[in-house]
């Protein structure tokens, strides 16, 4: 298990008590994530859900009748637009509008300006669906969430992480450790621990409580959800072509991204391209519409 340290700096009861001061998910996002593995949900269910928010429904008409979909006729209507944008799609714009207020935090203590953590999460996001796509996944939508939310935890450890950079850094730098691992040496549990335990004190699904603590050592998870772990790590390396969770001085070798890459998924160079050409086009279109 990734359990805190003996002698944590940070009593984790304490850090959790934080979290009510982090910006709630609006309830469209809980009520999809309740739905979204649930074997009986239909696109009715989600639709209405949607329907219930009419400033959601205006910016999903909004991007359906874009330049980048470049439809000939005017969309009007939600069940429209799930024609032209299809329910999976329509899902990914609105939990990605949908949590722009709780993750567009400052991030400082990662080395992110405000809005660079919400970035990566929704880079992760993408990348996550596309390869959920590519690799014929059931459910691409179970990964783009995950992904999604997988540094949620960056949000409660960002404040002591800035109190404790220099020592971050020397483990880093000096001792030769990931981020994660210079975490857990500084605080004595790392950030995939306290966003596993948001997910947990938030009820999301099982599925996204082990995704978050063991996306940085996938071989720890429950074999049930290791491939879906292995796919979120695989996303969070790509993305580092784009958008990475940390800041320059924490972030490793960009020839390290292909060497890290090949202990999850035996991607080529090329493929790796595409999948950020196409996450660039798309991050640079749903920007519009936050």
């Known amino acids: 298990m990734n359990e805190p340290q003996d002698g944590a700096r940070v009593d984790i009861d304490d850090l959790m008590q934080d979290a009510d001061t982090l910006p709630a998910f609006p309830s469209i996002v809980t009520e999809i994530l309740a739905r979204i593995d649930d074997p009986l949900s239909v696109p009715d269910d989600f639709t209405e859900i949607i329907s219930r928010d009419q400033v959601m429904v205006s ?4 991007f359906a009748n874009s330049a980048f979909y470049g439809f000939p006729r005017t969309i009007v209507t939600l069940k429209e637009a799930v024609i032209i944008l299809g329910l999976d799609t329509l899902k990914s714009i609105v939990l990605a509008i949908s949590t722009y207020s709780t993750l567009n935090a400052n991030s400082k203590g990662y080395g992110l300006d405000k809005g660079g ?4 999460s929704i880079c992760c996001a993408m990348i ?3 390869l959920a796509k590519k690799y014929k996944s059931e459910n691409k939508e179970k990964f783009f969430i995950a992904a999604l939310l997988h540094d949620v935890g960056k949000l409660l450890l960002d404040p002591w992480l800035s109190r404790h950079k220099s020592e971050m850094l020397d483990g880093i730098r000096n ?5 994660w691992e210079a975490e857990r040496r500084v605080l004595g549990f790392d950030h995939a621990f306290v966003g596993s335990k948001l997910i947990e004190a938030w009820n999301l699904p099982e599925v996204l409580i082990h995704v978050t ?3 940085h050592n996938p071989e720890k998870a429950p074999l049930e959800h290791r491939s879906t772990v292995e796919m979120i790590q695989a996303a969070n390396i790509i993305s580092r072509r784009i958008r990475g969770g940390l800041g320059s001085e924490f972030l490793p070798p960009e020839s390290r991204t292909m060497e890290d ?4 998924l035996p991607l080529a160079e090329d493929e790796v391209r595409s999948i950020v050409r196409e996450v660039r086009t ?9």
Do not use: M
Request: no cysteine; aromatic share 12%; charged share 10%.
């Open 282 to 290: 798309y991050l640079l279109h749903i920007n519009t519409f936050i």
């Open 128 to 130: 996550a669906r596309i």
């Open 175 to 179: 001792g030769n450790l990931a981020h």
């Open 117 to 120: 953590l919400y970035q990566h």
């Open 261 to 264: 890459l090949q202990h999850v």
């Open 213 to 215: 603590r063991y996306h």
């Open 59 to 62: 910016k999903v008409l909004k």
